[in-house]
């Protein structure tokens, strides 16, 4: 990312965008995102580079105008950039909006984002890609899927509040498989957006209505028609043959992880995976650290050594004879990724 104007805040962005019902929205991400990212960071950039009082008591970023109140709050300079990340998103999306039906196209995409800044980096995750910390003894988690089924508690309770979205063509309620209509006044097992676990009711006529969420794992969809709960776009995607919305459902919001690398003993090896689901549907992340421990050592004198990781991770889901894996598994999906090393004599980071 450039240096920012007035504070001159330098950092680094790098993003995955996944498509879906077309290129669209993913096109219209790349070119857009990182521009209202950089709008929100100059917002906050005052409050995030001061290192004296007012701006600052107790190493909490505080606001000029009432620093005893976001003192109490404990609210921090990583607080603004994960807000200034949030906002972002919401503000991406809208021009998506704005611009997709302008031209009348359509189409929505997941998105991933990474930024370094001020000596930490920040995962924002909006969809099924996936961020991993890979490190010589340590597999660390930096973003969590958001599908129907992972989300299925707030899609529920949305449903229950505003039962009109699902234009009495659906039921809210989860049941373990497709009910019907032998199954009336029988007892089966169900759960509503109040419950983590199961309990038993006796099956109604409004019960046999399509589910809300169907399907288990990668088949599961969001009113029968979409595998993601969060992303970019989508303003025009309805239910086949209804009117029946599925915007409403979809959270453009990402959930922010902060990974704070200074306070890491950092070694050459250490990276940063980012990958849309197309790898993830056929490799662990075990298998991806295995693979990242497995050539990176070697190769310490390549200067393309993480672009060649990124490719060859990529390799590792296309089914040959030879994948590093020793296993032929096969995406059918698009596949992209990142390699991004930590360590500081190894700047910037590798895609493919």
């Not at 701006?55 to 607080?79: N, Y």
């Not at 899609?155 to 505003?162: G, N």
């Amino acid at each position: 990312m450039e240096a920012l104007p007035v504070q001159f805040l330098t950092g680094h962005y790098w993003a995955l965008f996944d498509g879906h019902g077309g290129p669209a929205a993913a096109i219209l991400a790349a070119n857009t995102l990182h521009s209202c990212l950089r709008r929100q960071l100059e917002a906050v950039v005052e409050g995030m580079v001061a290192a004296q009082p007012p701006m600052h008591l107790s190493g909490r970023c505080v606001c000029p105008s009432d620093p005893q109140f976001v003192e109490e709050k404990g609210i921090r300079a990583e607080d603004l950039v994960i807000g200034a990340l949030e906002s972002a998103f919401q503000e991406c999306d809208e021009v998506i909006g704005r611009e997709l039906e302008a031209s009348g196209q359509v189409g929505g995409c997941t998105a991933l984002v990474a930024v370094s800044l001020q000596g930490k980096l920040y995962v924002a995750n909006a969809g099924d890609s996936r961020a991993i910390l890979v490190r010589r003894d340590e597999i660390r988690p930096l973003s969590s899927e958001f599908t129907p089924e992972t989300e299925r508690q707030r899609i529920q309770h949305l449903a229950f509040v505003y039962p009109e979205l699902l234009a009495d063509e659906f039921t809210r309620l989860e049941f373990p498989r497709r009910l019907k209509g032998d199954d009336l006044g029988q007892k089966v097992l169900f759960r509503d957006h109040h419950m983590s676990g199961w309990s038993y009711k006796c099956v109604e006529k409004s019960d046999l209505k399509y589910p809300l969420i169907h399907g288990h794992g990668r088949q599961a969809r969001l009113l029968g028609t979409l595998a993601v709960s969060r992303g970019l776009g989508d303003h025009q995607l309805r239910v086949l043959d209804t009117n029946i919305q599925l915007k409403p459902f979809l959270l453009s919001v990402p959930q922010v992880t902060v990974l704070d690398v200074d306070q890491l003993e950092l070694q050459e090896e250490d990276v940063v995976v980012m990958a849309t689901d197309g790898l993830w549907d056929v490799l662990s992340n075990e298998q991806v650290a295995w693979l990242v421990r497995s050539f990176l050592p070697g190769n310490r004198e390549d200067p393309h050594r993480f672009s060649e990781l990124a490719q060859m991770l990529i390799h590792s889901t296309q089914g040959k004879d030879d994948s590093p894996t020793g296993e032929r598994q096969v995406s059918y999906d698009d596949v992209s990724v990142f390699v991004i090393p930590l360590n500081s004599q190894s700047q910037g980071g590798s895609g493919y």
